[in-house]
């Protein structure tokens, strides 16, 4: 075929395909070639933490929020002594603020639900007016699911000519790589090998990648995806129809082996109530987005100018969706869901839940570091709308299981006495996720697994004293999820 230019991320660049066996690129085609993947591995790992290391997970908390974390400590601490009864009061009252918001906003959402649906699907756009689309997939110890995921790719209602798909494999990682030669994908897959390094994470290996597409638009899949045929076209319809700063569009993700057991049906319920209600009224109401980790849909140039993915956050995607935010950017939803697989054993999701913990830490942390330049980039409105649901999200995370001790405690034995609005808040909250989950008329949301909900919210908790302990040990490890271990995910 020759030599195809491409244009990524502002520099030039050659991909050569061979027409016949005995093509040999020129010693400048090769040099260009070894430049390109030098520079691509030095902006993969550093590049924003280089150019802007106040948007960068890797330099942990700063000097301010240093001194604001032990400046906390010792006023909790000495009102702990001098008045233990105003500072407890004051701590409920707080938690009751927080829950309080975030209970009538999930409530809201759940209402306005026929509201949100009820929008016109944008118009199919014709093959010929569809864009250059390319799909970056990181893979690491994925054997057991490339094939399949190779098939569902193949299946995707999108021009061949027109898809660009990268296969971002580990350098060292021999078996995924010969899973990948014996499925043998068409030419318009291309396996791209990305050098060891720090950090070992799925945002670098996406960095790396990006160097080497063509696409307007990019689109991160997982491993185990199982995305609708439809999804593409769909996404370059929204962007099409969106407004004009529209910067990504996010497909709601599903759990496709929610029988496997309690803890598949709990995740099943929660990913159902997540996107398919929680995320479409937040992008309904035009506030940031904590984007899901696949199934994105990218606009190459407003993905450039936001630095790309920060290879040291764990969580990259919800970091991701709130940087485009300060950078202007708004965010999406589309109906055509991606399926995936739910982890069915504890550890496998603790170690799951944790990582992404951890990373809502990061991101917290970033955001919080300079908190006036973060509100005059996405605006006061997006940014109190984050402080709400990221931040409430952590708070509620942390404080399940010791709530629900408190409440077991205070309904079973004289030792705690209970407040009734604190009755009635746990009442409202749960009612709520009721609500949602018959909405969603998830597959497996049966009685006893809905009635057990509250059994699954303290893992939360324990997955959130992991990631702090994890946060001062390793903040940047990245815990494999292993797939395609069960029947139906194979």
């Known amino acids: 075929m020759g030599d195809i230019l491409f244009e990524g991320d502002g520099a030039a660049y050659a991909t050569t395909r061979a027409a016949d066996e005995n093509f040999e690129p020129t010693k400048h085609e090769t040099f260009q070639r070894r430049l390109q993947e030098a520079r691509a591995f030095g902006r993969a790992s550093n590049s ?74 944008p118009r199919r756009v014709a093959d010929d007016d569809l864009p250059p689309l390319s799909i970056l997939i990181p893979l690491y110890k994925e054997d057991a699911v490339v094939g399949s995921l190779i098939e569902a790719i193949q299946k995707l209602d999108y021009p061949p000519k027109k898809l660009d798909v990268k296969l971002l494999i ?15 994908p068409p030419p318009w897959f291309e396996t791209i090998p990305v050098p060891p390094g720090e950090p070992r994470t799925k945002p670098k290996a996406l960095n790396y990648g990006l160097d080497f597409t063509r696409g307007e638009i990019i689109a991160v899949f997982d491993a185990e995806d199982h995305p609708s045929p439809g999804q593409p076209r769909a996404a370059v319809a929204a962007f099409r129809s969106g407004p004009r700063n529209l910067a990504v569009v996010q497909a709601p993700l599903l759990i496709h082996n929610g029988q496997d057991g309690w803890l598949t049906r709990q995740f099943e319920i929660e990913y159902a109530i997540h996107f398919r209600i929680w995320l479409p009224f937040l992008a309904w109401l035009r506030v940031p987005l904590a984007l899901g980790g696949t199934s994105n849909y990218f606009q190459r140039d407003r993905l450039t100018k936001a630095g790309g993915w920060d290879a040291w956050n764990v969580t990259e995607d919800a970091d991701l969706g709130l940087r485009l935010a300060r950078f202007g950017g708004a965010a999406a939803m589309i109906s055509e869901p991606t399926w995936e697989e739910a982890p069915s054993h504890l550890p496998t999701w603790l170690n799951q839940r944790t990582r992404w ?25 997006n940014f109190l709308s984050v402080l709400l ?6 708070l509620a995370s942390t404080m399940h299981a010791p709530i629900l001790l408190w409440l077991t405690v205070g309904l079973f034995t ?29 597959t497996h949301a049966k009685l006893w697994t809905l009635l057990s909900l509250p059994l699954y919210w303290p893992l939360m908790s324990i997955a959130m004293l992991r990631a702090l302990y994890e946060m001062k040990i390793r903040p940047h490890f990245w815990a494999k999820t292993p797939h395609g271990k069960t029947p139906r995910a194979r």
């Open 170 to 184: 580990e350098a060292d990682d021999e078996k995924t790589l010969s899973a990948i030669e014996r499925v043998q």
């Open 48 to 121: 924003l933490a280089s150019t802007s290391p106040e948007l960068s997970a890797k330099f942990g908390l700063s000097a301010g929020q240093r001194f604001g974390a032990w400046a906390m400590c010792g006023a909790v601490t000495f009102a702990a002594v001098s008045d233990p009864a105003a500072l407890w009061a004051g701590f409920t009252a707080l938690l009751g603020i927080v829950f309080s918001l975030l209970i009538l906003m999930r409530l809201a959402a759940v209402a306005a639900m026929p509201v949100v649906r009820s929008a016109q699907p």
């Open 357 to 381: 913990m951890k990373g809502h830490l990061q991101t917290w942390i970033v955001l919080m570091r300079q908190p006036l330049a973060a509100a005059r980039g996405m605006g006061i409105r």
């Open 414 to 442: 004289p030792f705690v006495t209970l407040e009734g609005w604190q009755a009635v808040l746990f009442g409202m909250g749960y009612s709520g996720v009721l609500a949602a989950a018959f909405a969603t008329r998830t």
């Open 389 to 394: 649901t990221l931040g409430g999200s952590i």
